[in-house]
T-cell receptor
Framework: QQQVKQSPQSLIVQKGGIPIINCAYE??????FPWYQQFPGKGPALLIA?????SEKKEGRFTISFNKSAKQFSLHIMDSQPGDSATYFC??????????????FGQGTILTVHP | DADVTQTPRNRITKTGKRIMLECSQT?????MYWYRQDPGLGLRLIYY???????NKGEISDGYSVSRQAQAKFSLSLESAIPNQTALYFC?????????????FGSGTRLTVV
């Protein structure tokens, strides 16, 4: 079963737009939520992460919004640039127990930013 | 040199053949993982190892086996390859204590089974 559901599968925006990628999770033991960015021919790389004690985290043009009661979190990219074109994965893991640190990934979103 | 190196980068093999994908790391991390990536399905965990003596199945381990030869080396084998194992395979590492501070991925192996 897919414990982390990601949408949309693909997204096209114009330069300067604000793409939003959404994820929903089921496992209430999850308490660490990273986003990974993957460029063609490369492995995913950690972009930004959040823990459920805060509702929002910003790093540069990237923002994670977190809604614990709804079990949802999203990635916003402000002032998007063509260089942001990549595949984005959300993920989740618990911080305790035997699955500590074991990430479950969403299905991925292919983002294209047109000049 | 890359922190996590996967070999080969690309491989075409025939149905029924045994194939091994190799992963080595210079990060000094205890934890290593094998994922496969398929369009629309994201990254799915095949096997993971939290130290040399610890091997665990992931969500899609059927048809695969692994070997942790040393802290730095973790190999994935397909005993008898089948076409639906055609995918992009990634090895990743993380620190045991700070596992939630990020995985380091290799550049992947693109495997085609014909």
């Amino acid at each position: 079963q897919q414990q982390v559901k990601q949408s949309p599968q693909s997204l096209i925006v114009q330069k300067g737009g604000i793409p939003i990628i959404n994820c929903a999770y089921e496992n209430t033991a999850f308490d660490y939520f990273p986003w990974y960015q993957q460029f063609p021919g490369k492995g995913p790389a950690l972009l930004i992460a959040i823990r459920p004690d805060v509702s929002e985290k910003k790093e540069g043009r990237f923002t994670i919004s977190f809604n614990k009661s709804a079990k949802q979190f999203s990635l916003h990219i402000m002032d998007s640039q063509p260089g942001d074109s990549a595949t984005y994965f959300c993920a989740a893991s618990p911080s305790g127990g035997t699955s500590y640190g074991k990430l479950t990934f969403g299905q991925g979103t292919i983002l294209t930013v047109h000049p | 040199d890359a922190d996590v190196t996967q070999t080969p980068r690309n491989r075409i093999t025939k149905t029924g053949k045994r194939i091994m994908l190799e992963c080595s790391q210079t990060k000094g991390h205890d934890r290593m993982y094998w994922y496969r990536q398929d369009p629309g399905l994201g990254l799915r965990l095949i096997y993971y190892s939290f130290d040399v003596k610890d091997i665990n199945k992931g969500e899609i381990s059927d048809g695969y086996s692994v070997s942790r030869q040393a802290q730095a080396k973790f190999s994935l084998s397909l005993e008898s390859a089948i076409p639906n194992q055609t995918a992009l395979y990634f090895c990743a590492t993380s620190e045991g204590v700070w596992a939630n501070y990020g995985y380091t991925f290799g550049s992947g192996t693109r495997l085609t089974v014909v």
